[in-house]
């Protein structure tokens, strides 16, 4: 089994700029997101980051990792979204394992909130594209 | 934005997921991503950093983009579970793609409707990505 360098850490501050930033680029002005009114009658309570934003340190993990700008192609990423990310919350990704295989690595990668779990994340490459 | 619109798509939509039925195309719709907006999805949002190939960021966004203009606005109160991306070809920082989208699924659990959404993103007649958004009606 190779030896592969370190899956890194990401750190990301999720504040009301950088939600206004995505509802702006996405056009996705759910109200979960950026009304609080509204959110604070919702399940959630408090005005939620768009999904996709926690993902955001995932894909600077792998990117970062990987040495690359965007994802090469033969990567496959599988994400469950498992809980809401507040407004104000930093959002810490890390690798929880990386598994290597004949043909194929795959990083189990997760990222938390207060050590609550946010998100899941399944990272799958050809064993040719893993950084040793 | 303005008011209840942005690029002429209404913010929220009127459809319901439980509206859609599986199988249901919409488009394919040209989508510009500009090298602008590649740079602030590189990184933790608020910074930017230029590049020459789109980060992996694109994907949720072009998609989210695009199921807005599929479902003329956002449903509200839809709580997003899962994603998949199959990376297939690198996107350019600043490229204009072709997303095309289907209704891959619907099921219904415990009184929940389960939506899943099959993108398919091309960049100049070739497949870049594919990817899926499972969304559960809040």
């Known amino acids: ?132 | 934005m303005q008011g209840d619109t942005l690029d002429g798509v209404p913010l929220l939509s009127q459809t319901r997921y439980q509206d859609l039925h599986a199988g249901q195309e919409f488009g394919p719709f040209v989508e510009p991503l500009s090298a602008a907006v590649s740079s602030v999805l590189r990184g933790e949002l608020g910074t930017e950093r230029a590049g020459a190939v789109a980060p992996a960021g694109v994907l949720p966004l072009v998609t989210l983009r695009v199921l807005r203009r599929a479902l003329s606005g956002i449903p509200p109160g839809g709580v997003l579970l899962g994603q998949s991306f199959d990376v297939q070809a690198e996107i350019p920082s600043g490229c204009t793609l072709d997303v095309a989208v289907v209704v891959s699924d619907k099921d219904e659990r415990d009184g929940r409707l389960y939506t899943t959404f099959r993108f398919t993103i091309e960049n100049e007649g070739v497949v870049a990505a594919l990817v899926d958004w499972t969304i559960r009606d809040a």
């Open chain 1, 1 to 132: 089994m190779t030896t592969l360098k370190p899956f890194p850490e990401v750190r990301h501050l999720v504040d009301g700029a950088a939600i206004s930033m995505y509802a702006e680029v996405s056009g996705d002005y759910n109200p979960l997101h950026v009304d609080p009114d509204y959110a604070a009658a919702g399940p959630f309570g408090v005005v939620v980051a768009h999904g996709p934003i926690a993902l955001q340190a995932v894909y600077e993990a792998v990117a970062t990792w990987l040495g690359c700008e965007g994802l090469p192609a033969g990567v496959t990423v599988d994400v469950a979204f498992r809980g809401p990310v507040p407004i104000g919350s930093t959002v810490v990704c890390s690798a929880v394992e990386v598994l290597q295989f004949a043909a194929v690595v795959v990083v189990m990668a997760r990222c938390t909130v207060d050590d609550r779990e946010v998100l899941q994340a399944l990272v799958k490459l050809p064993r040719r594209l893993a950084p040793a």
